[in-house]
């Protein structure tokens, strides 16, 4: 009912703006399929905690995915078959009576760098401990910009809680309200460090920020260990509070085959009985070392895909070599969930632009509860 909501809303609104001039732009299609396994070694503490952990195979992602643009307005449209519901569902208006370009729908807030980079682009199989912090795709309105010529990109947005996959409000979290924005400043060119130069960089710095407002005064954490077949590590369980800050702080860079992410989350909550701080951060490292280079979408503000070096010929394949470093802290007051950090090493094979082969292996620490080797396989096809 509510996804009825919102498809004829954009319709009826901005779906005028997609025939404008006689424009009958076409509807374009896309998909991706990813297949994992999973190997996992916990020691005597973890599988107390958690209970004995198998080698799994599984799907994680099913999905199909329509598009549409012309000069006016930009449609997007994406169903996960396997947690049966809409990822996307929105509309670009790219000229409206206010700033930038107009979304309108069911999309991502604008908040952390490795939260807004597509799950195909990201340097691992799932994104770092610093995302569960993120507040994920909820319902919104939101207008962004790219301002070139102040090397600046900008989004604020106004936005309905629905199914955010970490903090998930969860006493009638589908009417919690929330502002979320975001500023990043941006640098491309060469950069000398020492005795060390490096060409053509580019480099994005800034925060985000997001002030939510839970129905009932109720909100909540959770914290994977970025290995999406365990289950949650720790919690924080309901927390009273009549509202909720958010600030990322991030900063990226690309130099050709180098790539580097920095980001601190934190989360405070406001009006409870007790108040409470939490912070999670992370850390990566990754180097193309044969066949291509990374870059930063400005208006995105998020990793592009690895794409192919011009000057180099008969390579068939990329190969990334990547690491991280991500921890997270969820005790604060009367609130003592645990604390936990993941570090990961991975390495990334673009056989062509929609076959990826990633293998990723993980050192899970959680405090107090032992520590788990996983390694981890996964099979990419998109079209």
Do not use: C
């Not at 779906?15 to 009958?24: F, I, K, R, T, V």
């Not at 992410?261 to 490292?285: C, I, P, W, Y």
Request: glycine share 10%; hydrophobic share 40%.
């Amino acid at each position: 009912m509510r996804f009825s909501a919102v498809v004829l809303t954009n319709f009826f609104l901005f779906a005028p703006a997609l025939a404008q001039e006689g424009q009958s732009p076409p509807l374009e299609m896309s998909g991706k399929i990813e297949w994992d396994a999973g190997f996992f070694h916990p020691d005597s503490g973890f599988a107390s905690s958690f209970g004995e952990l198998g080698d799994e195979r599984d799907a994680r992602r099913l999905r199909l995915s329509f598009s549409s643009e012309n000069d006016f307005a930009r449609f997007r449209s994406t169903v996960d078959f396997l947690s049966h519901g809409f990822r996307d569902l929105y509309i670009d208006r790219k000229e409206w009576s206010g700033p930038g370009h107009l979304r309108f729908g069911h999309f991502r807030e604008p908040f952390s760098f490795e939260a807004m980079t597509s799950a195909d682009n990201v340097l691992f199989m799932e994104r770092s401990m610093a995302t569960d912090f993120s507040p994920g795709r909820n319902l919104g309105v939101m207008a962004w910009d790219y301002e070139k010529s102040a090397s600046r990109s900008w989004a604020l947005g106004a936005f309905l809680g629905t199914s955010a996959p970490s903090l998930d409000f969860e006493n009638g979290g589908e009417t919690a309200k929330a502002i979320t924005g975001r500023m990043h400043w941006h640098y491309e060119g060469d950069f000398d460090f020492m005795p060390m130069s490096f060409s053509n960089v580019q480099a994005s710095s800034g925060l985000s920020a997001s002030t939510r407002f839970p129905k009932n005064n109720s909100y909540s954490l959770n914290v994977g260990g970025e290995v999406s077949m365990l289950p949650t590590l720790f919690a924080t369980g309901p927390i009273q509070a009549s509202s909720v800050q958010q600030v990322s702080l991030e900063a990226a860079a690309t130099s050709r085959t180098l790539t580097a992410l920095a980001e601190v989350s934190a989360t405070a909550d406001r009006g409870g009985v007790e108040e409470h701080e939490f912070l999670s951060g992370s850390a990566q490292l990754g180097w193309i070392f044969r066949g291509g280079g990374r870059s930063i979408i400005p208006g995105r503000v998020a990793f592009d895909s690895p794409s192919y070096r011009r000057e180099l010929t008969g390579v068939p394949s990329i190969w990334e070599l990547s690491m991280r470093s991500s921890w997270a802290d969820l005790n604060s007051g009367n609130i003592q969930a645990g604390t936990g950090r993941v570090n990961s090493l991975a390495l990334n094979v673009h056989m062509s632009p929609n076959h990826i082969l990633r293998i990723e292996s993980n050192r899970i620490q959680v405090n107090g509860s032992g520590s788990l080797s996983a390694f981890q396989i996964r099979l990419h096809w998109s079209f």
